[in-house]
């Protein structure tokens, strides 16, 4: 059964939530039996290396859900019959097994990831696909995706490039590990990160050795002055994670100089760029600058994590090195996926499915809104032209980690501004996603946030 | 229909594969209409005055090439639209575009991948997945694809380990690049190769940061009294690349007490071993010393390369950083094809799929030895009891590269010997895998081969 909880990322924060989602879906899903009898909480802390705290914290909440049965002398087990889902009610019932917490940002409505096309998409690539596209394919992406790709992104985003310059990954984790091992070999080790920005970012980079050195942000963006000597910098221009701030024209000029001059890799995370309501669409960065930024992306948020679709469209001379990562890594990836993925962007089943996606979206953000303006009118929303999150800037001296927390502890997924962070000050604030939920369960969700504010 | 078989000379060696020749023509030229059904075996090898085996044999063969459908219940009837008929026949035609070169090692038929069962896999695991196995997943693998691999790993290799155990990779290079992170973030960057072995090892090896260092092999397999103070050694104990020895029971002991002794850590590829066919099977190492043996696999042999499905099994102690840097790499692979690749193994059809390969290889095999009792009488010939590839050796003073390099100008694919050494001396000899071509096709290749010959 453990394989269920291993994949605890113990150094994330919130992995007790994340302990408790995962023993509450394999409950659900029956991959430990009813009747099981779990380890106890001391050889499970230690199984996980997780305090013991955690995983009684973990225990109490099941036995509560009804999930878990706990008797003095015979330990924890799973309870007989799985509780029956509650039908719904007009209070926020606990989500079911596997659902997204809500209000947590990063993940899109998974219910959304569009079947039908995508099993049309993967039957016309698998019957289409000669015998040799079954071959190791070429480590870049299979030609074909990569010419869907190049079109898409010169449509949608302004990028420049052609088939030739797009690299096929997994999603941006594997982009930016490949741009890592790169600079690591380069020794352009020295990378700015904004702040604040994407904790999972952070991680992911130093995994490749980087050193990593905040990049302030203000409401024009990131602080290019403060590059200083660093050699390479991870941006998101078009909305930045978290704030939503759009990179201001003179500083994507100034941060494009920058480096031009000294030889600096931009590093452009255009990681929600699909989804944008009031205002124009911002082009990449890239398209302005192909020498000197390296666009990351993916479909994550556009159809589902699970699908690891992604791309990565280097500065020509960091080709043939990316390239190389690239093969170096796993030889490229499953021709039959890129092919169907290449078959949705032709047949422009993917830009339907994101105008869907966009419209509910829309919906879902004016529906956050209108319940913040509602249950909580002192607070400053920030963000919301675009994306698939927004922020709730709260009164100073509010405790937004205890007020996250607290969030957690009611079943919802919100991250405390100052969690991401690192070294500059500001308001403290909770950076709240609306992709995954429906409108009434995002304005139940804010009511039950606004009672926990202090 | 049967006119066209009863012409076989039954007294006439080869019997066998005359008659999947005569059967293979008859079909492509329509003689047998598509959609026919035809008898069945025993009632064929009754009026053909056949052993049922040979006949079985046949309709076997025509199955993995397409050209016949089995269905249990209804028999086996020819397939609807036959494949396009070779252009030519007494000489090999330039491969068509995107064929493999004829004698190639390395790859499996790629027109044998069972694509009717992999599309009914991939529905199944898309209308089975539930919403939230399209989230990001465990990065080692979807948990019920680890199961499925840990049974049957267990059950086909003798390995020791439970899903838990199992790392999901995108092919056999991806796991050796997480060994290869992993050690070097150990400094156990002295790493034994064999020699001969895979060039393509060796780079990949090479790309990680590790020193190389040759173990010779010998008719007992990798000479382990070499391994000395290296802290690692990648071998291929069950079916040795490219000589085809099997490691002998005594170095198997020898190499696992290296490893114990010195803190090593073996790193087993098992790279073709559910290809054998003259001899029992020779169990995996991890099964006997799970604590100090990384096993290494993929279904790019079985299956198809362009389809990134592979295993790791690292000893326990190593499982930790082994996920992190799974993690670190690409956040897991995509879910819905680990989930159909859990369904074809769970559902049989993988197992069906190798049964069906494995007879068309011994097929092929046994077309590739006689033609080169025919053509190249003189040559010594090793490594057939298994594989997908044999060695011949050649009288020694012959240059086995300027050979195959004649050998690839003349549209054929055999490696040198030579070109998989790194230090060691042996006599010349080329690599040629028949994984690939029918035994027709084979037969006319070593004709050509021969005429390459000084």
Redesign the interface.
């Known amino acids: 059964m ?3 909880l ?2 605890l ?1 113990r150094d994330r924060p919130g992995v007790g939530e994340r302990l408790i989602g995962a023993l509450r ?1 394999a409950v659900a ?1 029956q ?1 430990i039996a009813p009747g099981t009898r779990l380890p106890s909480s001391r050889d499970l802390a230690a199984d996980l290396g997780l305090s013991r705290g955690l995983v009684v914290a973990a225990y109490e909440q099941l036995v509560a859900e009804g999930r878990l049965v706990s008797r003095r002398g015979s330990g924890t087990t799973v309870a007989p019959a799985p509780p029956p889902v509650p039908a719904s009610a007009g209070q926020p019932s606990p989500p079911p ?4 917490a809500p209000l947590r940002p990063g ?1 899109p409505d ?2 959304m ?1 569009p ?1 039908a096309a ?2 049309r998409a ?2 016309r690539a ?1 019957t289409g696909a ?8 070429d480590p870049a992406g299979v030609p074909r995706l990569r010419a869907e790709l190049a079109a898409y992104l010169g449509r949608v985003r302004a990028a420049r490039t052609g088939a030739d310059g797009v690299v096929v ?3 941006a ?2 982009a930016l ?1 490949l741009l890592g091992r790169v600079l690591a070999a380069r020794g352009m080790t020295d990378v700015g990160v904004e702040d604040p920005g994407s904790a999972g970012i952070r991680d ?1 980079l130093l ?2 050795g980087l050193t990593l050195h905040p990049v302030p942000v203000d409401e024009r963006g990131a602080v290019v002055s403060a590059l200083g000597r660093m050699q390479a910098v991870f941006v998101t221009p078009a909305h930045q994670f978290p704030t939503g701030v759009v990179l201001a024209p003179g500083r994507r000029a100034e941060l494009i100089d920058w480096a031009r001059r000294t030889g600096g890799l931009i590093i452009e995370d255009d990681y929600d760029a699909e989804f944008r309501y009031d205002r124009d669409p911002v082009g990449c960065l890239q398209g302005v600058a192909p020498d000197v930024v390296a666009l990351v992306g993916s479909a994550s948020k556009a159809l ?5 679709r992604g791309w990565l469209v280097p500065p020509p001379a960091w080709l043939p090195a990316v390239r ?1 990562a690239k093969s ?10 890129q092919l169907a993925f290449a078959e949705l962007l032709g047949s422009g089943g993917y830009d339907r499915h994101l105008r869907r996606a966009r419209r509910a979206q829309r919906t879902r953000r004016d529906a956050l809104v209108a319940a913040l303006r509602t249950h909580l009118p002192q607070a400053r929303i920030s963000g919301v032209a675009a994306g698939l999150h927004l922020v709730v800037e709260l009164p100073s001296g509010v405790d937004d980690r205890a007020l996250a927390a607290r969030a957690r502890s009611a079943g919802l997924g919100p991250l405390a501004l100052s969690e991401l962070r690192h070294g500059g000050d500001g308001p403290p604030g909770l950076v709240l996603g609306y992709a995954a939920q429906t409108p009434d369960e995002l304005t139940a969700a804010v009511a039950t946030l606004a009672g926990l504010l202090p």
């Open positions: 453990l394989e269920a291993l994949a990322d879906e899903q991959r097994a596997g659902r997204v993940v998974l219910g990831f079947r995508w099993r993967y039957e698998l000669l015998d040799s596209d079954l071959d190791y394919t990954t997994t999603g984790a594997q590990g992911h995994a490749y589902a994590p699970g699908l690891r190389r170096d890594a796993d030889m490229g990836g499953s021709a039959l996926e």
